[in-house]
């Protein structure tokens, strides 16, 4: 069976109607969330597949938004096809800029994706990479990047300070988190001219420093990233939920509603499957 008639039938068999689509819904956008297995990280932390199910049960209340799950350990051979068979995409995976850039084939589809103005949004070690040479092409695409051998990260309890001029922070207030966070990313090159916008800044050893954002590419379309979710518990904090939920939307152009998105779960969602 060839893989672009497997990928119909996938499709097709997804929800026609998703809950509380309305009439007058906006055009109808396809998202890949894109997972991996469990990497050496203890359990419930980098809990991956968890993570995008999760946040594919809230996607999927929006109306008009189709969600994709698909755990892409690589070498991932079908990824090309439904990458450009997508609106946007989600890296929640282990040291994701450099399984973005590893293959050509995969770096040309998400390449591919952006020029269309499709959404990327990258999540914690989803915005990783131990060596540099990831950092260029990660950036340009995404607008941060946590890459190189001298990159900074942190285990501490932060007072997370939401800045108030972003949509993506419409009904998040400040609060309290243990966490992970990645800092001092880098940045893309100033000559790509791409709008990045900070959104949650953390104090570390006295400094503010940015641990989400949210960037305008050239090419028309938008990126969002946030360094923290090292822990899985932590989707059980609101603020975390409708952080991730608005950045995913924010790239799909779709508006926040004042007050923010709604992002209630129930207990069983959290459920992490045994490794």
């Known amino acids: 069976m ?3 008639f497997r990928l119909a039938v996938l499709f097709a068999v997804l929800p026609a109607t998703i809950s509380g689509w309305a009439a007058d819904a906006p055009v109808r956008r396809r998202v890949l969330l894109l997972g991996q297995k469990a990497d050496s990280h203890p359990a419930t932390t980098h809990e ?3 993570g995008v199910r999760l946040l594919g049960l809230l996607l999927e209340r929006s109306p008009g938004i189709q969600t ?3 755990q892409a350990d690589s070498p991932w051979t079908e990824g090309p096809e439904l990458l450009d068979g997508t609106d946007a995409a989600i890296v929640f995976l282990s040291e994701g800029a450099k399984w973005v850039t590893e293959d ?3 770096l040309a589809a998400f390449q591919r994706l952006a020029n269309r ?7 914690h070690w989803g915005m990783g990479t131990r060596e540099s040479a990831p950092i260029v092409d990660f950036t340009a ?4 990047c946590h890459g190189g051998t001298d990159r900074k990260y942190k285990f501490a309890s932060f007072s997370v300070k939401p800045l108030e001029t972003h949509p993506v922070t419409t009904g998040i207030t400040p609060f309290e988190v243990r966490d992970e966070f990645y800092y001092a990313l880098k940045q893309p090159a100033p000559a790509l001219k791409l709008k990045v916008a900070p959104l949650l800044q953390v ?7 940015t641990v989400a954002w949210a960037c305008e590419r050239p090419d028309g379309g938008r990126s969002f990233g946030f360094s923290g979710l090292h822990y899985h518990e932590n989707w059980k904090l609101p603020q975390y939920r409708r952080l991730v939920l608005q950045g995913v939307l924010w790239t799909l152009n779709r508006d926040i509603p004042e007050g923010g998105v709604p992002v209630e779960i129930r207990q069983e969602d959290l459920a992490l499957p045994s490794r």
Do not use: E, K, P
């Open 203 to 209: 104090s570390i050893d006295g400094t503010d420093q």
């Open 104 to 106: 050509a084939n995969r």
């Open 141 to 144: 695409l995404f607008g941060g």
């Open 68 to 70: 994709v799950i698909v």
């Open 2 to 4: 060839r893989l672009s």
């Open 48 to 50: 991956y597949m968890a």
């Open 117 to 123: 103005g499709g959404g990327l949004t990258c999540l």
